[in-house]
Every structure is written in structure tokens, then in C-alpha cells.
């Protein structure tokens, strides 16, 4: 029987915090309850249902939820309005049955394999109890969330996330992913094209495949074959009407050939990749259980160049893990150097019970921690600063995207994923222009719109162009 009170319209507000997956399931929990009658709202005080979609990485990010939880209770306390409060996303996996417990205002605690139940798990709460529900369903619940309509892929813009990869088998030894997101599992090829399609169809001109292990990716085609995330690149690459790909995040062990491979042969993948290595020393490594050493990491980044010498690199490292020596941090600052990054996030070690590194000896303590980040900061800033630089006099493809800051400005995307504003007229959202690159500033670079004739010939960079990123990257050296 259907639940008629679903049906009048009601708000929903959803915070969400971590990382692009999350963004990704707060869109699909909206497109969930949108058949329900629920529309979303910008403003809190107007919602129905406020769901909080939760990260559970670091301590910090999951200390947030529980303050943010206290000052909810008191909006619904004092606010003289009642609303339904849910939480979601890994805190909510990984906590459950303690936040139900730690606050009292919560209706629903939901973990992320159960979205696509959210309106029959509404109808519970509405029936009067709290819900708690984090068992991993049987189902896939991709089969049965609702893909999106038109107009609601077009308010979201035209570059899209999409989910092809759920999950870690990895267990390096700080991480709570594989607990809270489970066993590393991949989307179906045609379950993915499906989406696609349907986004591309809408509006949507770049698309970013999300997995917490992406490039593990190895779903099935419809003759049962396993197929890997370069194969799954050409199948989307074919669809028309999309201009880019990107991926995110790999595990250094599994850039295979057949993926580097395609990044020679695949011109809409993006000469940008995401490649953590998370600590430059080997003992570090193994303590981390990375599964790769140094020189392994190095050699990927050797084999990803022959293929696309323009790739830059992004990466995610981590400082004070147990056991980290001021030799072991030098050699985090000295892999820095070598590798010469477009992009990095910077952690402090945060322990998370139930991780083996939570239990190991010599944790480092905070103030050191402190002291080797900020070190870190300030040559990954200089390092990203030097490659917004070398940009400078090169003419870039850029993707406008959106309307710029100012009247008469557009935003948009470098092929590395920089921010770049310019001034151009609003008919050219959605389009590719090469783009001349006049300044850089600390967020964002600026560019003028160029003719096909005026273009640098080369869209690959050249050699002297090389040099001069080699150059800049080289002057963050000293
Ligand atoms: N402490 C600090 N940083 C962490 N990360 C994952 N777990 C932890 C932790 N316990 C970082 C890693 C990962 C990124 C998403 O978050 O660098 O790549
Ligand atoms: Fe966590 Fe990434 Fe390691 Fe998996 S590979 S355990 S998601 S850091």
C-alpha cells in the first residue's frame, strides 16, 4: 500500500561532508525521495528533513557531526517548528546504534548502502520510533535508485560525478574506509552507461567516475567478461555529446597498463590524475600496509608519463603516522620534490579506532605532527603556486562552464582541473575554447579566449613548455 502522506510536497536540506562520493549520494538520496513529493531547499529553516551525510576519515570530520547534531536539537527545541533528523554517509555505518544514543533528536541513522530504502525507511520513523539501519542489504541499490530527471541534472550543472566503484580491500593500516564502505565492489558496465547516457542526454558535457579504489575497477559487460576502468573509459568516450573524463581515487598498484594505455589513446581522459602515496619512506609505507614501495610509485608516475608526458599529478599525504622519524618525514618532503605535484592534500595523522594503526606504537605527538605539516604546506603550496604559473603563455582547452563572478565573465575547468575565469560571452556555456592563460593567481588562473588560428599548434605540451614547468617546479626546490 502506498503511504499517501508522502505525497505532499515537503523540503528536503542535506549537508554533506567529505569527499566527492558523498556529494554524489546526497544527489541520489535527493533523486530517491524526489517521487516521494520532497524537493530540495538551500535554506534549513525551511526543510522537512535535514539529513546530514557524514565522513568518518578523520576525527575532526567526525567530530562535526555530533555538534552540528546538538545545534539541530536545539533549532527543532526552540525553533518552535518540528522537522525529521537523519543521518547517513559513514559516521552513520560506522556509529550507528552510539549516535542514536549520544543525541536523542536523531529520527534515522542510515549507512550508505541503504539509500535507496530512505522513503520506505521515512515511513518508519513517520510510524514513531528511531531507526537504525546499517546492515549491508542484499541488493544492490543501484538497481533501485531512481536516475534523475532532466531539468534536476541540468540545475546541477554541467560536469557530473558518477559512482562506478564502491568499497576497499586495500586495509592500509590507518584507513576506516574498508569498514565503513565495505568489500571493493564495481557497478555493471551497462548500469553505467545507462547513467551516463542519461546525464550526457541532460546537459552533461564532463563526467568524474568516483570509487574509493576507482581504478580496481573491474565491472561486468553484458557477456559476463570482467572489464578494467580503460576499457570502461572507452565505452563512455564513445558517447556523444561528452567532451572530458576523469577519474578518482586510484591506488598506485592498480594504474595497470591497459589503463596508463589509455591515457595515450583516450582523448577525452584529462592529463590529471589523483595518484595518493600517502608517505616518500619505505618503512612508513609498510607500516601503512601500502602494498607499493618508493621507487614503485616512482615507476608508475615514469610509466604514466611515457604515456601522457603532460600528466600532471595530484596526490594525498599523510604526516605522524606511528613511528614517522624526522629521516622518515625528509623523505616524504624529498619524494615531494621528485615527483613535482600540480595539486596535494595535506593530513595529520588522525588515529581511528578499530584500524591497526590506532594500536601501534610510537605515535607521534601533536605538536610535532603540527610542525611537519606546515612544512609539507609550504612546499606543496609552492609547488602548486610554480604550476598555475608555468601555465601562464600557454593556451589551454578550458570547458566554460558556468557564469563567472562578474557580469560578462565565464568560469570554467583547465584540462588539470584548475579553476579559470575569463571574460566571454554567456552563449559559450558548455563548450571547449583554448584559452591563452595571462595570470595566475592563488585559487584560480586567468585566460582570454583565443581563435583555432591563433592556437599553439601543439596540444600536447611541447618540449620548451616542459622545461618550464620543469623550471618552475625546480625553483620550489631551494
Ligand atoms: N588520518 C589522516 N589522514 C587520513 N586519510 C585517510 N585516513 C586517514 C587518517 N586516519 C587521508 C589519506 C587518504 C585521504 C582521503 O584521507 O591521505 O588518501
Ligand atoms: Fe583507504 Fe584508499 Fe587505502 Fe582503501 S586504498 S584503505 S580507501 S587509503
Given at each position: 500500500m502506498t503511504d499517501t502522506t508522502e505525497l505532499r510536497p515537503r523540503k528536503l536540506f542535506i549537508k554533506t561532508y567529505g569527499c566527492q562520493m558523498n556529494v554524489y549520494d546526497s544527489d541520489r538520496m535527493a533523486d530517491a525521495l524526489a517521487p516521494h513529493g520532497y524537493e530540495p531547499t538551500p535554506v534549513i529553516d525551511d526543510a522537512d528533513l535535514v539529513v546530514l551525510n557524514t565522513c568518518h576519515i578523520r576525527e575532526k570530520a567526525s567530530e562535526k557531526v555530533f555538534s552540528e547534531l546538538g545545534r539541530l536539537a536545539e533549532l527543532r527545541r526552540e525553533g518552535g517548528r518540528d522537522f525529521t533528523i537523519g543521518v547517513a554517509g559513514c559516521v552513520a555505518q560506522a556509529e550507528g546504534e552510539e549516535i542514536a544514543r549520544r543525541s536523542k533528536a536523531v529520527d534515522l541513522v542510515f549507512g550508505p548502502q541503504s539509500y535507496h530504502r530512505l522513503p520506505e525507511l521515512l515511513s518508519r520513523v513517520r510510524r514513531g520510533t528511531p531507526v537504525v539501519e546499517t546492515e549491508f542489504p542484499e541488493e544492490d541499490k543501484f538497481e533501485h535508485l531512481p536516475l534523475a530527471q532532466k531539468q534536476v541534472i541540468r540545475s546541477r550543472g554541467l560536469t557530473a560525478f558518477l559512482t562506478v566503484q564502491e568499497g576497499c580491500?586495500?586495509?592500509?593500516?590507518?584507513?576506516v574506509v574498508p569498514y565503513t564502505r565495505g568489500a571493493e565492489t564495481s557497478r555493471p558496465l551497462e548500469q553505467v552507461l545507462t547513467e551516463a547516457r542519461r546525464l550526457i542526454e541532460a546537459g552533461v558535457r564532463e563526467l568524474t567516475l568516483l570509487g574509493?579504489?576507482?581504478?580496481?575497477y573491474h565491472g561486468l559487460d553484458a557477456a559476463g567478461r570482467s572489464i578494467g576502468l580503460g576499457e570502461l573509459c572507452a565505452r563512455l568516450a564513445?558517447?556523444?555529446?561528452?567532451a572530458r573524463l576523469r577519474y578518482t581515487t586510484?591506488?598506485?598498484?592498480?594504474?595497470?597498463d591497459e589503463l596508463i594505455a589509455a591515457h595515450r589513446?583516450?582523448?577525452?581522459?584529462?592529463?590529471?590524475l589523483h595518484l595518493?602515496?600517502?608517505?616518500?619512506?619505505d618503512t612508513i609505507l609498510k607500516a601503512m600496509n601500502r602494498r607499493h614501495t618508493r621507487a614503485d610509485y616512482l615507476r608508475t608516475i615514469e610509466r604514466i608519463k611515457a604515456a601522457r608526458p603532460d600528466m600532471a599529478l595530484s596526490g594525498d599525504f599523510i604526516v605522524?603516522?606511528?613511528?614517522?622519524t624526522d629521516a622518515d618525514f625528509e623523505q616524504t618532503l624529498s619524494i615531494v620534490r621528485e615527483v613535482g605535484y600540480a595539486s596535494a592534500f595535506t593530513f595529520k595523522y588522525s588515529i581511528r579506532p578499530g584500524t591497526p594503526g590506532a594500536d601501534?606504537?610510537?605515535?607521534?605527538?601533536e605538536a610535532v605532527k603540527t610542525e611537519r605539516l606546515a612544512r609539507l604546506n609550504e612546499l606543496v603550496t609552492a609547488q602548486m603556486r610554480g604550476f598555475a604559473r608555468a601555465c601562464v603563455g600557454r593556451t589551454l582547452d578550458v570547458l566554460l562552464d558556468k557564469p563567472g563572478r562578474l557580469p560578462g565573465q565565464l568560469g570554467g575547468r583547465s584540462p588539470y582541473l584548475q579553476a579559470v575565469h575569463l571574460e566571454a560571452?554567456?552563449?559559450?556555456?558548455g563548450t571547449v575554447q583554448p584559452v591563452l592563460i595571462v595570470g595566475a593567481g592563488n585559487n584560480s588562473i586567468e585566460g582570454k579566449i583565443v581563435t583555432h588560428a591563433e592556437?599553439?599548434?601543439?596540444s600536447v605540451l611541447e618540449s620548451q613548455e616542459l622545461a618550464a614547468i620543469s623550471a618552475a617546479l625546480e625553483h620550489t626546490r631551494t
Amino acid at each position: 500500500m502506498t503511504d499517501t502522506t508522502e505525497l505532499r510536497p515537503r523540503k528536503l536540506f542535506i549537508k554533506t561532508y567529505g569527499c566527492q562520493m558523498n556529494v554524489y549520494d546526497s544527489d541520489r538520496m535527493a533523486d530517491a525521495l524526489a517521487p516521494h513529493g520532497y524537493e530540495p531547499t538551500p535554506v534549513i529553516d525551511d526543510a522537512d528533513l535535514v539529513v546530514l551525510n557524514t565522513c568518518h576519515i578523520r576525527e575532526k570530520a567526525s567530530e562535526k557531526v555530533f555538534s552540528e547534531l546538538g545545534r539541530l536539537a536545539e533549532l527543532r527545541r526552540e525553533g518552535g517548528r518540528d522537522f525529521t533528523i537523519g543521518v547517513a554517509g559513514c559516521v552513520a555505518q560506522a556509529e550507528g546504534e552510539e549516535i542514536a544514543r549520544r543525541s536523542k533528536a536523531v529520527d534515522l541513522v542510515f549507512g550508505p548502502q541503504s539509500y535507496h530504502r530512505l522513503p520506505e525507511l521515512l515511513s518508519r520513523v513517520r510510524r514513531g520510533t528511531p531507526v537504525v539501519e546499517t546492515e549491508f542489504p542484499e541488493e544492490d541499490k543501484f538497481e533501485h535508485l531512481p536516475l534523475a530527471q532532466k531539468q534536476v541534472i541540468r540545475s546541477r550543472g554541467l560536469t557530473a560525478f558518477l559512482t562506478v566503484q564502491e568499497g576497499c580491500d586495500k586495509f592500509c593500516s590507518f584507513c576506516v574506509v574498508p569498514y565503513t564502505r565495505g568489500a571493493e565492489t564495481s557497478r555493471p558496465l551497462e548500469q553505467v552507461l545507462t547513467e551516463a547516457r542519461r546525464l550526457i542526454e541532460a546537459g552533461v558535457r564532463e563526467l568524474t567516475l568516483l570509487g574509493q579504489n576507482v581504478n580496481a575497477y573491474h565491472g561486468l559487460d553484458a557477456a559476463g567478461r570482467s572489464i578494467g576502468l580503460g576499457e570502461l573509459c572507452a565505452r563512455l568516450a564513445e558517447i556523444e555529446g561528452l567532451a572530458r573524463l576523469r577519474y578518482t581515487t586510484s591506488h598506485p598498484s592498480d594504474m595497470t597498463d591497459e589503463l596508463i594505455a589509455a591515457h595515450r589513446d583516450n582523448d577525452k581522459l584529462m592529463p590529471y590524475l589523483h595518484l595518493p602515496v600517502q608517505s616518500g619512506s619505505d618503512t612508513i609505507l609498510k607500516a601503512m600496509n601500502r602494498r607499493h614501495t618508493r621507487a614503485d610509485y616512482l615507476r608508475t608516475i615514469e610509466r604514466i608519463k611515457a604515456a601522457r608526458p603532460d600528466m600532471a599529478l595530484s596526490g594525498d599525504f599523510i604526516v605522524g603516522f606511528p613511528g614517522e622519524t624526522d629521516a622518515d618525514f625528509e623523505q616524504t618532503l624529498s619524494i615531494v620534490r621528485e615527483v613535482g605535484y600540480a595539486s596535494a592534500f595535506t593530513f595529520k595523522y588522525s588515529i581511528r579506532p578499530g584500524t591497526p594503526g590506532a594500536d601501534m606504537d610510537g605515535q607521534v605527538e601533536e605538536a610535532v605532527k603540527t610542525e611537519r605539516l606546515a612544512r609539507l604546506n609550504e612546499l606543496v603550496t609552492a609547488q602548486m603556486r610554480g604550476f598555475a604559473r608555468a601555465c601562464v603563455g600557454r593556451t589551454l582547452d578550458v570547458l566554460l562552464d558556468k557564469p563567472g563572478r562578474l557580469p560578462g565573465q565565464l568560469g570554467g575547468r583547465s584540462p588539470y582541473l584548475q579553476a579559470v575565469h575569463l571574460e566571454a560571452s554567456a552563449d559559450l556555456i558548455g563548450t571547449v575554447q583554448p584559452v591563452l592563460i595571462v595570470g595566475a593567481g592563488n585559487n584560480s588562473i586567468e585566460g582570454k579566449i583565443v581563435t583555432h588560428a591563433e592556437r599553439n599548434p601543439a596540444s600536447v605540451l611541447e618540449s620548451q613548455e616542459l622545461a618550464a614547468i620543469s623550471a618552475a617546479l625546480e625553483h620550489t626546490r631551494t
